[in-house]
């Protein structure tokens, strides 16, 4: 009797087993630029969705508005755009929340001509704004985060946004031929026209945003470069899926950061992004690099407040945005 009143005990104390992640089968599509931006998604799509049971798919949508309506029309699972973006989405209506981060730094830089005078580049920000009064500056399209990040910066040297002109340009290789073209004396974009412009010798960095340089009110945004968004409906009705893919995107930010994974990572991105371009290696390398040092699936939601002021300072947004109605509650982050 005494044996078997041991048994019992023992079996009513035994600990359960986690069950195992599985996000049985679904597909979860994600939005792809084609760019270095989606490493975390094409590492767990090559590595880890497998081992999580969900099939990680990219579609090409190189607009971060475009990636919103696509979530809203089902088109996607999960969306990777600029925050304010997101922001601005909620703000009129779209039921969509950050589920993760993706990039911590704005991932921007200033460049030039490198026949463009620049007499304050040496004394870098904020001196070398006035030498930008006058000048055209491209951006990847009115209103972008590109140009909202710039205007920041010119009021935060004492300027105004009228005090240049701002020039449509697209994504990096449109936007160097504008610099090769003489079309604009300077632009504010990211990896990889920034290795480009070393390569070629058109054009340089001028302030690197992705190196803490610039004015606080930018260094404020760190936490919340850019995010993965879904649909709060989705989130809802799929737990398992979305816990299989965080699973993923964690095993993936663990495998990119190890230096020891560096040349299999190359590998990876190579598979997924083309860069038909003299030296176009020694390009790979500068972007990819700079690209998992700001790899960040953290959210700060201090920075998303930040991002909701600012935005509503500019008049982008009729009301503020509160960050718990930004961020989901699940995502990791501060």
């Known amino acids: 009797m ?13 600990p359960v087993l986690a069950q195992p992640i599985s996000g049985k089968g679904a597909t979860v599509r994600y939005q792809n630029y084609n760019s270095f931006g989606e490493l975390l998604f094409i590492v767990a799509e090559e590595r880890f969705c497998a081992k999580y049971d969900i099939k990680c798919s990219g579609i090409l949508i190189t607009s971060g508005p475009l990636g919103i309506q696509s979530l809203i029309g089902n088109s ?171 699973a993923a995107i964690e095993d993936a930010e663990r495998y990119l950061k190890d230096p020891a994974n560096y040349e299999d990572v190359k590998a990876i991105a190579k598979k997924h992004i083309k860069l038909d371009l003299p030296r176009a290696d020694e390009i790979f390398d500068i972007s990819l690099k700079e690209w998992i040092s700001n790899t960040d699936t953290k959210v700060s939601r201090s920075a998303v407040q930040k991002f909701s002021e600012l935005l509503y300072e500019r008049k982008l947004i009729s009301r503020q945005v509160d960050p718990k109605d930004i961020v989901w509650s699940n995502a990791p982050g501060s």
């Open 2 to 14: 005494a044996a078997l009143m041991l048994a019992g005990a023992l079996v009513g104390t035994a």
């Open 76 to 246: 996607l699972e999960i969306a990777q755009v600029s925050t304010d973006a997101t922001i601005r989405a909620i703000s009129n209506g779209a039921d969509v929340r950050v589920i993760m981060g993706a990039m911590s730094r704005v991932p921007f830089h200033v460049v030039a001509r490198t026949d463009v005078s620049l007499p304050n580049k040496a004394a870098g920000f904020p001196a070398v704004m006035a030498d930008f009064k006058g000048k055209r500056i491209g951006v990847t399209a009115r209103g972008a985060g590109v140009e909202l990040v710039f205007d920041l910066m010119l009021r935060a040297a004492g300027m105004s946004p009228t005090d240049v002109t701002y020039v449509p340009v697209g994504g990096p290789p449109t936007a160097l031929g504008s610099m090769r073209s003489k079309q604009i004396d300077g632009l504010v974009l990211f990896q990889p026209l920034p290795a480009m412009c070393i390569t070629t010798g058109i054009c340089e960095t001028v302030i690197d945003l992705t190196k803490g340089e610039g004015p606080s009110a930018v260094k404020e945004l760190t936490g919340a470069g850019a995010s993965m968004v879904a649909k709060r409906e989705y989130l809802e009705k799929n737990p398992e899926v979305i816990r299989a893919f965080f």
